[in-house]
């Protein structure tokens, strides 16, 4: 599976912006999507996840502000980011894995090459 973000881009305190993640390749292979970020210096940090049936999960620093979708048709994962923070600055990265029901471990996952997004104050 390839994965291609974009979106990312510099915005001001309290903006908006759509990130998107396109999918190619065997897609069918994966059952979740999912965001995830990394600031300057810290760890990577999981933001949303979409599974196949469209239920949703989000982190607590997100809940709120941010929404994960999809476009089946187009193999797309989106993330809707409102009001956001200069916290929110950081690379936002695309992630695609399959999941066994019941583990947080994916058996297999892909990552995207990540969209950068700058939010000023």
């Known amino acids: 599976v390839q994965l291609q973000a974009s979106g990312g881009g510099f915005v001001q305190a309290g903006g908006s912006l759509r990130l998107s993640c396109a999918a190619s390749?065997?897609?069918?292979?994966?059952?979740?999507m999912g965001w995830y970020r990394r600031a300057p210096g810290q760890q990577r940090e999981f933001l949303a996840s979409?599974?196949?049936?469209?239920?949703?999960n989000y982190a607590d620093s997100v809940t709120g502000r941010f929404t994960i979708s999809r476009d089946s048709a187009k193999n797309t994962v989106y993330l809707q980011t409102n009001s956001l923070k200069p916290e929110d600055t950081a690379v936002y990265y695309c992630?695609?894995?399959?999941?066994?029901?019941?583990?947080?471990?994916?058996?297999?996952?892909?990552w995207g090459q990540g969209t950068e997004l700058t939010v000023s104050s």
């Open positions: 390749g065997s897609v069918f292979s994966v059952n979740v």
């Open positions: 979409i599974m196949r049936d469209g239920s949703t």
């Open positions: 992630n695609a894995g399959y999941y066994l029901s019941g583990t947080v471990e994916a058996m297999y996952e892909y």
